[in-house]
């Protein structure tokens, strides 16, 4: 006789002599944990959905809002270091005029294949005046915490007048800066972003916004 591991299926005999199959597991249980289960499974569903759409809109607003650049050199010490990585925002002045104090990024006016990052210091019609070092927009000194004293350059400089439609930019660490007491001031057209993030190295983390009202 062989023998068998299989369990007996249990019966039971009616009045009319008919025998009735019963399951030895009762499918009650599973039936009650389905709906707990289905509801756990879709709410995992909408989160890794919602989790994905956020990091697709993260992705576009970077990609198409935001650009990520490397600094080269340190003429805009200490705010940014050489080999610092930043985003620019490269629509900000689509819908906002350019600031006092703006930190931009424009292709250089005597060779359009290289990029620069300097500050903005006068708008288009202002006359720039440096006397030993001290910056004055029409006359009047322009407030710059941003330059360490070790920076300063006490060379004189101007007056210049600014052309319509252009911005006179220097860098803040002023005694190794190439901007526009050599090349001149810069046309809006050729400036294509404002710094806005610095996200490496991580102790420079931060926002780089500063416009005319902030630097008082």
Do not use: C
Request: hydrophobic letters at 40%; a negative charge.
């Amino acid at each position: 006789m062989e023998h068998s591991d299989e369990k007996p299926i249990a019966t039971s005999v009616n009045s009319n002599g008919s025998a009735d199959i019963s399951p030895s597991t009762s499918p009650n249980t599973s039936a009650e944990q389905s709906p707990s289960l289905l509801s756990l499974r879709h709410e995992i569903r909408v989160w890794t959905r919602d989790l994905l759409i956020a990091i697709g809109l993260a992705l576009i607003i970077i990609v198409f809002l935001y650009q990520p650049v490397k600094v080269e050199g340190t003429s805009m010490a200490p705010l940014l270091s050489d080999q610092e990585r930043i985003f620019i925002n490269k629509f900000v002045y689509r819908f906002e005029a350019i600031h006092r104090g703006d930190v931009v990024v424009f292709w250089y006016p005597l060779d359009r294949s290289k990029s620069f990052i300097k500050r903005v210091i006068a708008l288009p019609g202002e006359t720039v005046t440096i006397r030993q070092g001290v910056v004055m927009v029409n006359g009047v000194v322009v407030p710059e915490p941003y330059v360490p004293p070790q920076y300063e350059d006490v060379s004189d400089y101007g007056p210049q007048r600014v052309p319509a439609d252009s911005y006179f930019v220097m860098g803040d660490h002023r005694i190794s800066s190439n901007d526009s007491r050599v090349f001149g001031a810069v046309p809006s057209q050729f400036i294509y972003g404002r710094a806005v993030f610095a996200y490496w190295p991580v102790d420079h983390f931060g926002s780089l916004a500063m416009t005319e009202a902030e630097s008082k």
